[in-house]
């Protein structure tokens, strides 16, 4: 059977029986992190079914960024991902069924699982990319307006004089989390394409940055350079 046969067969039941009201965590979320696995795996001996299969299911199981078991939402998902593959897909080769659970396990920044495959650190690294570059930017700020979180400080928007608080701030979040994202990739085109798409959002600070001291055709130096340095020493 063919990768297509299992993505489409995934995406359907997806489709029909998965609540999708996260729309940072749909199925459109979940075709992308396969796409960018694809391209991570590229000359690779990866299994590509159980990659596919880690991909498609590495959310089945998602709690809100604020709730209070949000660290457990993929030791869940790796539950209830064995039990969809044995129950709902049962010609699913059983012997995946195991690094499946594990790559979905090992994929949650907030678990802290180290990913012991080669599949799961492509699972992993697929999905991390998801939080950065224009997509990233986009899902960052959909997630904080759905928590009703600010965009940003508003006398320090980059912190420099205060603690961070992605909890109140989105824009905090950058530097609490997403900026140190490539230094956690697992896979050598994970770190390539992690680190220049968080050298974009760095230029979006310093747009940004530009425009609250009423500057809208630049972007701030200052800004660049700082988190270039600070980039360095992470």
């Known amino acids: ?43 690779t001996e990866a299994n590509a079914l159980l990659v596919l299969a880690g991909c498609y299911f590495h959310d089945v ?6 709730h209070p078991q949000r660290h457990l ?24 069924r195991e690094p499946v659970a594990h790559a979905v396990h090992a994929h949650s920044f907030s678990a802290a699982v180290p990913p012991l ?19 990233g930017l986009a899902r ?15 006398q320090d928007p980059l912190g420099h004089q205060r603690e961070l ?3 109140r701030w989105a824009l905090d979040h950058f530097q609490t989390k997403l900026l140190r ?19 974009f959002l760095v230029t979006f600070m310093a747009k940004l940055s530009a425009e609250l001291k009423g500057d809208f055709f630049a972007v701030d130096e200052a800004v660049l350079s700082a988190f270039s340095s600070r980039r360095l020493a992470y």
């Open 1 to 43: 059977m063919s990768l297509t046969f299992w993505q489409n067969r995934f995406e359907k039941w997806l489709q029909e029986a998965w609540p999708q009201a996260d729309k940072a965590h749909d199925v459109a979320h979940l075709a992308r992190v396969w796409q960018t696995a694809q391209h991570i795996m590229q000359h």
């Open 61 to 66: 199981v998602n709690l809100p960024k604020d």
């Open 73 to 96: 939402a993929s030791r869940l998902s790796a539950e209830e991902t064995r039990r969809i593959l044995q129950q709902v897909f049962p010609d699913f080769p059983p012997e995946l």
């Open 117 to 135: 495959t080669p599949e799961a650190k492509i699972v992993q690294d697929a999905d991390r990319l998801e939080s950065l570059g224009a997509i």
């Open 140 to 154: 960052v700020f959909y997630v904080s307006g759905a928590l009703g979180q600010a965009l940003f400080h508003p």
């Open 165 to 167: 608080d992605d909890s």
């Open 181 to 199: 994202l490539p230094d956690t990739m697992q896979t050598e085109e994970g770190r390539r394409l992690a680190q220049h798409n968080a050298d």
